[in-house]
């Protein structure tokens, strides 16, 4: 199953964005779906996670602001990204993994945020 992301590009400090991505195959396939962001000279994050049964994980930066969701029947994941900073700048990835307790070993090819202060 392939994911590819959409949704990215530039915004205003404050602004908001949602990204998609859509699997190429049956979306609920994937246990939990995340989403990964890695910004210039940093390392990859997690962003955020959820379950087959839409429990939802965030990192400490991005709570409050972004949520993450699914939707199996559309076979598309989102994330909406609200009161955006600059420090959320980075190219986004989603991911997905077959079981809780595997490595994510399905990933997009990236879609970049830039957030202008």
């Known amino acids: 199953v392939q994911l590819v992301e959409s949704g990215g590009g530039l915004v205003q400090a404050g602004g908001s964005l949602r990204l998609s991505c859509v699997a190429s195959g049956r979306l609920s396939s994937f246990n939990t779906l995340g989403w990964y962001r890695q910004g210039p000279g940093k390392q990859r994050e997690l962003v955020a996670t959820?379950?087959?049964?839409?429990?939802?994980n965030y990192a400490d930066s991005v709570k409050g602001r972004f949520t993450v969701s699914r939707d199996n029947a559309k076979n598309t994941v989102y994330l909406q990204m609200n009161n955006l900073k600059p420090e959320d700048t980075a190219v986004y990835y989603c991911a997905g993994k077959t079981s809780p307790w595997a490595q994510f070993d399905s990933w997009g090819q990236g879609t970049q945020v830039t957030v202008s202060s």
């Open positions: 959820v379950t087959f049964n839409t429990d939802t």
